[in-house]
């Protein structure tokens, strides 16, 4: 079973402009392959190089350690039922030393309770619980937690942060961008414990199963 | 007042450089632009991303602000509304064009055609739900896009998402965002 193509053309690198080029270049350096995310921003080869910036930047150790920026940015895409996020950042975490187990405890609220996070872990998880839904109602008791532990620049960004994976995955999610055929086979982690809110999303997923089971025979 | 302190003087080139851009882009350094600045990173990285898209491009700037207050709405954000209200205007939008997109009658609207009411549709379920955009819609929005006016606007959309949500959670205020004249 094949994938149902994005609502735009890739554009693969024998066809992509020099920028367009050179951003590939960056993207297989950094993830050993350009995916399919990136191809399809490569009809706008000036936009795409100024939104993969602050991605370089945040899938890296900053201010805030890549590990940490691994929970946030599973809570995050999950809340936004992104299979193509999810999916990928379920691998990303885990070869960071995310344990599945830790991730499954990222869905709803298991985390509070969790013996696989601390205090520190629990505190941002819940920001970016609240930043997601409406940040109007982030409770003043969160803050307070949060800049126990973090100063300035780090909640910049852990804040950024969220807001970039917000932001790329209801970017690829409208395009209908499909994951990549490395993927096929995982079994979405965080989706089996708590399947997507969204009929769409539930519908993307039970395909992209599917695509998997075909593959294996 | 915001969450994280307003940088006021950078210790740092990435700032210096994000402040230089935004100070040429806007007119002076917008607080969103201050508040990302302790961290170098993220400072430089958003600005550019910011200013990239508050220009002209593949799209009409007139009417990606058009885009830019229904996405706002669309996420109950009102970072920055006023300013783009005014820069909306400021652009060449009639004052029906920016009321009709404050509430549904941009849906049936004399002041829009079809490929902006098509672009208004994505905003709103993207908002909602950006895994249920209907293939109806992108057989529309084909129609009256090329594939690099949709990779923007889209791109528009989800970033002033962004924009919105990491604002809102600073605490950040920037009732005017340009100091300068956008148009001669």
């Given at each position: 079973?094949?994938?149902?193509p ?10 992509a ?40 930047e ?79 109602q ?6 307070t937690r ?38 096929s ?33 | ?10 210790d ?12 040429t ?37 007139g ?8 996405t706002?709405?669309?996420i ?34 004399p002041?829009?055609n ?19 955009v ?17 990779v ?13 949500r ?19």
């Open positions: 079973m094949s994938a149902k994005a609502q735009l053309p890739l554009v693969e690198p024998d066809q402009d020099a920028l367009t080029k050179q951003i590939y270049e960056n993207a297989e350096k950094r993830f050993q392959m350009v995916l399919n995310i990136f191809k399809v921003t490569g009809h706008a080869s000036e936009i795409a190089e100024k939104m993969w910036n602050i991605f370089f945040i899938l890296a150790e900053g201010q805030v350690d890549w590990y940490t920026k691994e929970l946030l940015i599973l809570k995050a895409t999950k809340t936004g039922d992104c299979l193509y996020c999810v999916t990928q950042h379920e691998v990303v975490a885990e070869r960071l030393g995310v344990t599945p187990e830790k991730q499954k405890d990222l869905v709803g609220q298991v985390y509070k309770d969790s013996p696989h996070f601390n205090d520190k872990e629990c505190a941002i998880v819940d920001l970016c619980a609240h930043m997601c839904v409406d940040p109007e982030i409770p003043a008791d969160v803050w949060v800049k126990s532990y973090y100063d300035d620049g780090q909640i910049v960004e852990l804040a950024v942060t969220v807001g970039a994976y917000i932001q790329v995955s209801k970017f690829g999610d409208a395009l209908g961008v499909q994951l990549e055929d490395v993927f086979g995982h079994q979405p982690r965080l989706f089996a414990k708590e399947p997507p809110k969204s009929a769409a999303a539930r519908h993307h997923l039970e395909h992209f199963l599917e695509r998997g089971k075909a593959a294996a025979h | 007042m915001a969450v994280v302190k307003l940088v006021q003087k950078p740092n080139d990435d700032v210096r450089e994000a402040f230089k851009l935004a100070e882009h806007f007119g002076h350094v917008p607080n969103l632009v201050r508040a990302l600045g302790s961290n170098p990173a993220m400072c430089r990285t958003i600005t550019a991303f910011i200013v990239q898209s508050l220009r002209e491009g593949r799209v009409s700037w009417f990606k602000e058009l885009v830019i207050l229904k706002l709405r669309a109950s954000s009102f970072y920055g509304y006023g300013a783009h209200e005014a820069l909306a205007q400021e652009l060449g939008n009639s004052p029906e064009r920016i009321g009709d997109i404050a509430n549904s009658l941009w849906e049936n609207s002041h829009f079809e490929a902006e009411r098509a672009v208004f549709e994505l905003v709103k379920q993207i908002a909602i739900d950006a895994n249920a209907p293939d109806e819609l992108w057989d529309r929005l084909r129609k009256h896009w090329d594939h690099g006016q949709l923007e606007l889209d791109a528009l959309i989800t970033t002033f998402i962004m924009i919105g990491v604002a809102d959670t600073l605490g950040v205020t920037d009732p005017v965002l340009f100091k300068r004249k956008v148009k001669n």
